[in-house]
C-alpha cells in the first residue's frame, strides 16, 4: 500500500508541477469564464431589467411603492432564490462551476498528449500499479480544478462581486460541491480520454458535452426562465446542483435554505461517486486496450 501512494503521489507532483510551469495554460483555462464573468455578467444585467429607476418610485404614491416593491421582491426570489442579490453577483458565483468544467476538460486533453509524446506508453511499460495512473490523474485534475475556482473567486471579488456567506460552514460546503464536481468531471473526461485513441475524437466528443453541459444548467441565467423541456435537462445536469450549492453558501445569505443546500451537496456527491467508478473501469479498459 504504501508503494501505491508513493506511485500516486509522485505522478500527482507530476501533474502538478507540469501545470504550475505552464502559466499560459493557467491563463487561457482562466480567461474565458473571466470574460464570461465581465462582460455578460456586466453588461446582460438581468435583475436591472425587472427593477423599477427609484426617480420613478418617488414619484408613485407610497401605498402603490410597497404593492410594486412586494411583488418585485416576490419576482426576484422565484427566479434568483433572494431578493438581494445583483445578476453581476449570481453570474460570478455560476462561473466557478463552469471553470470547473474547463479545468476537468484540459485534465482529459492532458491524456491526448501524453499518448503522443509516449509518456503514457512508458507509465504502461514501468512496473507500477496501472491504477495509480488513473488516480494520480483525476486527483490532479481536482487539485487544479479547485484551485482555479478559487482564483476566480478572488477576480470576482475584484469585480465587484457581493458575498452573503453562510456561517459558519459556507465556505467548505461551496468548495466541498466544486471538489465533487470536479471530481466527476475529471473522472469522466480522463476515463474518454484514454478510451479515444485519437485527440481528433477527444475534441470532438469534449465540445459536444462543454456547450450543453454548460448552457442546460443554472449557471447563466434561472431555470424558472428557460422552457420546461430545458427545464428537466437542468434539473438532471450535476453542474446546476454545484451552482445551487455555492450560491445558498456565499450569496444567499439569511436567505439560504439549508435542507436544500443538503440535497445539493447530496446529489453532486452522488454524481461524484459514480461516475469516478464508472470512469475508473472506462479508464481501466483503455490503458488494458494500450
Known sequence: MREILGEIGVLTMREIRKWLRSPFLMFFTLVQPVIWMGLFGKAFNITGFIRIPDEMLQNLPPYVTSQLAEIFNN???????TADIDYFSY?????????????????????????????????????????????????????????QAALLLLVALAFGARFHVLFPLGPLAAFGALFFLALGLTSLFIALGLRLKSWESQAAVMNLLNLPLMFASNALYPIALMPSWLQAVAQANPISYAVDAVRQSLIYGAAADPSKLLLDLGAVAVFAISFTAIGVLIADKGLRGG
Open 75 to 81: 419576482m426576484m426570489t422565484r427566479l434568483f432564490g
Open 91 to 147: 453570474i460570478a458565483v455560476g462561473m466557478l462551476s463552469i471553470t470547473i468544467l474547463f479545468s476537468s476538460m484540459s485534465s482529459g486533453m492532458g491524456i491526448a498528449w501524453d499518448r503522443r509524446l509516449g509518456f503514457l506508453n512508458k507509465l504502461l511499460a514501468a512496473p507500477i500499479w496501472r491504477g495509480s495512473i488513473i488516480v494520480s490523474k483525476v486527483l490532479s485534475g481536482v487539485l487544479r480544478a479547485v484551485m
